[in-house]
């Protein structure tokens, strides 16, 4: 004797009924928390250009999530470029603009300008990001500080590269 072939269906139809709303029932009700990672630290760097105290264009920063390899041989791993405008000159002690890198923000403080009429003063600058903190000035730097001297368009030009440890 053979079952019957609409028995058999209605079977069918209401265990997969069944087994689909247990399964739609066993959904989590609450969205799953996203987990935000960063990579591992590795070598970054920063390179500030100060141009000459009365310019229009007060410094330039370039940051790289690669260290520093040589002036003028800019990583093409470079993220982000800024150029300080007059309206917004740093003067000594100010902060140039804050930057997020990676799981922290940059800070870079004008911590001395040049001294007026001495064209192989570099200034000095700090630097902190996390609990980094490091300057251009101090002895063990990781920046290298570079014054233009006497050139004739920008005297008084330096150019700081400086290398920290980032998880951009």
């Known amino acids: 004797m053979q079952p019957n ?8 139809s209401t265990l997969t009924f069944f087994l689909s709303f247990n399964a739609v029932l066993a ?3 609450a969205e799953p928390s996203t987990v935000e990672t960063t990579s ?3 070598p970054c760097s920063v390179f500030v250009q ?3 105290q009365d310019c229009d264009e007060r410094f330039d920063v370039a940051y790289f999530n690669v260290t520093w390899t040589t002036p003028w041989n800019w990583p093409i791993a470079a993220w982000w470029n800024q150029a300080s405008e007059t309206q917004n000159v740093p003067s000594v002690g100010s902060e140039l603009v804050q930057i997020q890198v990676g799981s922290n ?3 870079i403080i004008d911590t ?3 001294a007026l009429g001495d064209a192989s003063d570099p200034g000095k600058l700090s630097f902190k990001w996390g609990t980094q903190v490091w300057d251009s000035f101090s002895e063990g730097s990781p920046c ?4 233009l001297g006497m050139n004739a368009d920008f005297p008084g030009s330096i150019d700081y590269e400086c290398e920290f440890l980032c998880d951009k």
């Open 5 to 12: 072939k609409n028995a058999m269906q209605l079977l069918l």
């Open 27 to 29: 959904l989590p009700t």
């Open 40 to 42: 591992a630290l590795h």
């Open 50 to 52: 100060r141009w000459c």
């Open 105 to 107: 923000i940059l800070h």
């Open 112 to 114: 001395a300008d040049p």
């Open 144 to 147: 290298d500080v570079n014054a």
